[in-house]
């Protein structure tokens, strides 16, 4: 199983969270995926964001990295399941503050296919 997390800024720490996401970065593919910077409300989501992707083999080191680094930042932690309504509402985690999140954005694209929360590279 893969897993996402959704590292939550404010607009103007956007500097704040490219540091992150290059720090991220320095623990390598095997530990930790950095996948994108999102500097602006992307679907269900009220704030911008950094996603992290890992592996059910490196989530315990993954999210330990994670919550010695997030700061003040709330945190989303979930599985990546591909039934998104789920994968953001159930067996969650969530390091800080926990964040409304806007479910009938997952009714919405449920016609409209070109609206997509994650794109993978893989």
Same mark, same amino acid.
Do not use: C
């Given at each position: 199983?893969?897993?996402?997390?959704?590292?939550?800024?404010?607009?103007? /720490? %956007?500097?704040?969270?490219? +540091?992150?996401?290059?720090? =991220?970065?320095?623990?390598?593919? *095997?530990?930790?995926?950095?996948?994108?910077?999102?500097?602006?409300?992307?679907?269900?989501?009220?704030?911008?964001?950094? /996603? %992290?992707?890992?592996?059910? +083999?490196?989530?315990?080191? =993954?999210?330990?990295?994670?919550? *010695?680094?997030?700061?003040?930042?709330?945190?989303?932690?979930?599985?990546?399941?591909?039934?998104?309504?789920?994968?953001?509402?159930?067996?969650?985690?969530?390091?800080?503050?926990?964040?409304?999140?806007?479910?009938?954005?997952?009714?919405?694209?449920?016609?409209?296919?070109?609206?997509?929360?994650?794109?993978?590279?893989?």
């Amino acid at each position: 199983m893969n897993y996402h997390a959704h590292v939550y800024f404010e607009a103007g /720490e %956007l500097e704040k969270a490219e +540091e992150f996401f290059a720090q =991220a970065r320095t623990m390598g593919p *095997a530990v930790l995926q950095v996948h994108k910077i999102f500097p602006k409300v992307v679907g269900p989501h009220d704030l911008p964001m950094v /996603e %992290l992707r890992f592996s059910d +083999e490196t989530k315990t080191d =993954a999210i330990a990295w994670i919550e *010695a680094n997030h700061g003040e930042w709330s945190v989303l932690i979930h599985q990546d399941s591909g039934d998104d309504l789920e994968d953001h509402s159930r067996n969650v985690i969530w390091l800080g503050k926990a964040l409304p999140l806007h479910f009938e954005f997952f009714k919405l694209i449920e016609g409209r296919p070109d609206l997509v929360i994650h794109k993978t590279t893989d």
